[in-house]
Nanobody
């Protein structure tokens, strides 16, 4: 099982980035995939989750600005990030899990993680 996150970079406030999480060793349709982020000195934060059914969830901090999606044929999950703010600066991770709905932001419910990709938003 492997998850490979990519697409991070440096962007000005108000800009956009699209992160990708390429998956191998399992079928995307069988698992949910979440995006977490961790800023320096802060706890890891769950920001979005897509279930195997396709149902999506968002943290309030990104709702309306970020969109999670998936391409089953490519076994890849995306995170489209628009209207980026300096406070979005963090390392972004994708993770595989099957948490219950109310616990999707709980990081220790995810067994497999990608290596992270840095997103830096300048003001």
């Amino acid at each position: 099982v492997q998850l490979q996150a990519s697409g991070g970079g440096l962007v000005q406030a108000g800009g956009s980035l699209r992160l990708s999480c390429a998956l191998s060793g399992f079928r995307l349709v069988d698992y949910g995939i979440a995006w977490f982020r961790q800023a320096p000195g802060k706890e890891r934060e769950g920001i979005s989750y897509i279930r195997s059914s396709g149902i999506t969830y968002y943290a309030d901090s990104v709702k309306g600005r970020f969109t999670i999606s998936r391409d089953n044929a490519k076994n890849t999950v995306y995170l489209q990030m628009n209207s980026l703010k300096p406070e979005d600066t963090a390392i972004y991770y994708c993770a595989r899990g099957r948490p219950i709905t109310s616990a999707w932001t709980t990081s220790n419910l995810y067994a497999y993680w990608g290596q992270g990709t840095q997103v830096t938003v300048s003001s």
